[in-house]
């Protein structure tokens, strides 16, 4: 297995991983605005995993309206990991 194939295939898995994380965050947000069933257990999981992901910024804003917070908080959770992931990603492609 030469090299490259391995920096390709390893961000490609860093991209990936990114992409997974951003859309659970932002399934969250749109299960939250569409006032999904939260005794579901998939809207549940969904939520516990996006609060975990995005612990470092729940609450980071302090909007009057409970979605614009939630909005804010998890999209921006959300922008971060697609932005590093990416960048980590196309950096190790390009070595």
Do not use: K
Not at 67 to 91: E, F, Q, S
């Amino acid at each position: 297995m030469s090299p490259h194939y391995r920096a390709t295939r390893a961000g490609r898995i860093i991209a990936v991983i990114a992409d997974v994380m951003a859309f659970i965050l932002g399934l969250w947000i749109l299960m939250y605005l569409l006032d999904a069933n939260r005794a579901n257990d998939f809207v549940q999981f969904i939520h516990d995993t996006a609060r975990w992901l995005a612990g470092w910024s729940h609450d980071l804003f302090t909007f009057d309206e409970a979605w614009a917070r939630v909005v804010a908080g998890y999209g921006l959770a959300a922008v971060v990991y697609l932005i590093v992931g990416h960048t980590i990603a196309n950096r190790i492609y390009r070595h």
